[in-house]
T-cell receptor, first 113, second 113 residues
Framework: DGGITQSPKYLFRKEGQNVTLSCEQNLNHDAMYWYRQDPGQGLRLIYYSQIVNDFQKGDIAEGYSVSREKKESFPLTVTSAQKNPTAFYLC????????????FGNGTRLTVT | GESVGLHLPTLSVQEGDNSIINCAYSNSASDYFIWYKQESGKGPQFIID?????DKRQGQRVTVLLNKTVKHLSLQIAATQPGDSAVYFC????????????FGPGTSLSVIP
């Protein structure tokens, strides 16, 4: 089955540590996205990538970094500079340039203490 | 700035009844609207979409209505079932700006057996 795989589902880290969230897709989509979800708020865009080796900042990129070395993979690193990293992180993909609905993974819940 | 909002954060419906979830948008330039369903612990899942050249679109047990005059979007679920219990998000963007999707905060739908 085609889809998006995020791992791990739950992640716990100590404050001051960097942590990398994995996102892999086998949908052959060019575009990939990272969103952050907090209770009572809509999804907020962190970073997105339209093509391999290229990515752009979203609305809340501070404290995060990404890479896009392969079409299938778009890992997100939450750095120690992110002031409030505890959240639910969602990875998504979509075909480009077609403006079709986003396909989401099942998320990673990150807790930083 | 532009925003997408939902009128009701929570909605409880008797099993078998119809559900109506509302959404307001403020960006008159938006021309593509999407409804997503998010079950607990999972990523959002596409339900139905509609473009601004349409007023109504029907799917299986779901109907989306778009009123551009008052910038209002609604999702109707017929014969609501327990499996429909989830958080529903509306999202808006411009067809040419797939990276500018704006999500509403979501409405939690609870189906009473």
């Amino acid at each position: 089955d085609g889809g998006i795989t995020q791992s791990p589902k739950y992640l716990f880290r100590k404050e001051g540590q960097n942590v990398t969230l994995s996102c892999e897709q086998n949908l052959n989509h060019d575009a990939m996205y990272w969103y952050r979800q907090d209770p009572g708020q809509g999804l907020r865009l962190i970073y997105y990538s339209q093509i391999v080796n290229d990515f752009q900042k979203g609305d809340i990129a501070e404290g995060y970094s990404v890479s896009r070395e392969k079409k299938e993979s778009f890992p997100l690193t939450v750095t120690s500079a992110q002031k409030n990293p505890t959240a639910f992180y969602l990875c998504a993909s979509s075909p480009v340039p077609d403006n079709s609905p986003l396909h989401f993974g099942n998320g990673t819940r990150l807790t930083v203490t | 700035g532009e925003s997408v909002g939902l009128h009701l954060p929570t909605l409880s419906v008797q099993e078998g009844d119809n559900s109506i979830i509302n959404c307001a948008y403020s960006n008159s330039a938006s021309d593509y609207f999407i409804w997503y369903k998010q079950e607990s612990g999972k990523g959002p899942q596409f339900i139905i979409d509609i473009r601004s050249n349409m007023d109504k679109r029907q799917g299986q047990r779901v109907t989306v209505l778009l009123n551009k005059t008052v910038k209002h979007l609604s999702l109707q679920i017929a014969a609501t079932q327990p499996g429909d219990s989830a958080v529903y998000f509306c999202a808006e963007n411009m067809w040419t700006s797939y990276d500018k999707v704006i999500f509403g905060p979501g409405t939690s739908l609870s189906v009473i057996p």
